[in-house]
């Protein structure tokens, strides 16, 4: 029983440690994709930091990402 309770207690702290680890900041910051959903096609500018995204094969729009991680573009809420 000593055991399994120093091994629950660990995964506690460590999951208590990863959570405190991300930035409260994040949380203001959603997908792009989860932005605008049902979108037709999303294509990322990384030169200028933008998506051009598609409302039909004709009418597109941009918007600015706020925060880039791993090639995707975030925008805050």
């Not at 460590?14 to 910051?29: G, K």
Request: glycine content about 4%; proline content about 3%; charged content about 25%.
């Amino acid at each position: 029983m000593g055991k399994l309770k120093k091994s629950v207690g660990t995964v506690a702290v460590t999951a208590a440690i990863l959570f405190s680890a991300l930035p409260a900041s994040a949380a203001e910051y959603v997908w792009v994709r989860d932005a605008y959903p049902n979108m037709y096609d999303y294509v990322y500018d990384s030169v200028h930091k933008r998506v051009q995204i598609w409302r039909d094969s004709k009418n597109y729009f941009y918007v600015d990402c706020d925060l880039v991680e791993y090639g995707k573009c975030f925008v805050k809420r």
